[in-house]
């Protein structure tokens, strides 16, 4: 079946420009997640969402940034008036909501601020 | 709060030779899950192994295995008969399974693994 898919998955956006990057997951999935990926580092954890419910967003690195999941699918992380330090790939992951709680990962999307 | 540390930030490895790439983990969940996935050049993230801090057997997928070492704190990755798509970056990951956060995973820094023909 369908992987994660995300979209663009390159985007170059000159700082202060906002930004949205899309995630469609697996079909079923009730958990989806989005992960910060700077050059050289492991995934950082972003947000949660159960179905459409957005139960932790701690990990949003300041009030530019926004994710959504209106209809408990397809998620949307849009980040306002892009900095560089911005800069890294996004990644999308669902997952069933049973252990051992394995996400499937999508291609991510660069984000470059210039 | 937990940490995975990987301490090898390269390595290399001949074609068909077996390989050991090394993860320690820090939590005070009594009870975790630790993943090793690996990233391509692409960027994707794909799912390799699968260790429960409550199995007792350490975990085999193909040509993948994990050395569990629980007292010790490692899940070291064994890649065995290296192919030359193995070349990628590996990443050591875990998760809480109980209590608050029990969804997040916690990734370590990498370790690119370079196969040699």
């Known amino acids: 079946g369908a992987g994660v898919s995300q979209s663009p998955r390159y985007k170059v956006a000159k700082r202060g420009q906002d930004v949205a990057l899309r995630c469609d997951p697996i079909?079923?999935?009730?958990?989806l997640f989005w992960y910060q990926q700077a050059l050289g580092q492991g995934p950082e954890f972003l947000t949660y969402?159960?179905?459409?419910?957005?139960?932790?967003k701690s990990g949003l690195p300041s009030d530019r940034f926004f994710a959504e999941r209106p209809e408990g699918s397809v998620s949307t992380l849009k980040i306002q008036r892009t900095q560089q330090e911005d800069s890294a790939v996004y990644l999308c992951?669902?997952?069933?909501?049973?252990?051992?709680?394995?996400?499937?990962f999508g291609p991510g999307t660069r984000l470059t601020v210039t | 709060a937990q940490k995975i540390t990987q301490t090898q930030p390269g390595m290399f490895v001949q074609e068909k030779e077996a390989v050991t790439l090394d993860c320690t983990y820090d939590?005070?969940?009594?009870?975790?899950?630790l993943f090793w996935y690996k990233q391509p050049s692409s960027g994707e993230m794909i799912f390799l192994i699968y260790?429960?801090?409550?199995?007792?057997q350490n975990a085999t997928e193909g040509r993948y295995s994990l050395n569990f070492q629980k007292a010790r704190k490692s899940a070291n990755l064994v890649i065995s008969a290296s192919q030359l798509g193995d070349s990628a970056m590996y990443f050591c990951?875990?998760?809480?399974?109980?209590?608050?956060?029990?969804?997040?995973?916690?990734f370590g820094k990498g370790t690119k693994l370079s196969v040699i023909p």
């Open positions: 992951a669902s997952s069933l909501d049973r252990p051992p709680y394995e996400q499937y």
């Open positions: 079909s079923g999935h009730v958990s």
């Open positions: 969402f159960q179905n459409e419910a957005q139960l932790d």
């Open positions: 939590t005070s969940d009594p009870s975790y899950g």
């Open positions: 260790q429960g801090s409550y199995d007792q």
């Open positions: 990951a875990m998760i809480p399974l109980s209590g608050a956060g029990s969804y997040q995973l916690t």
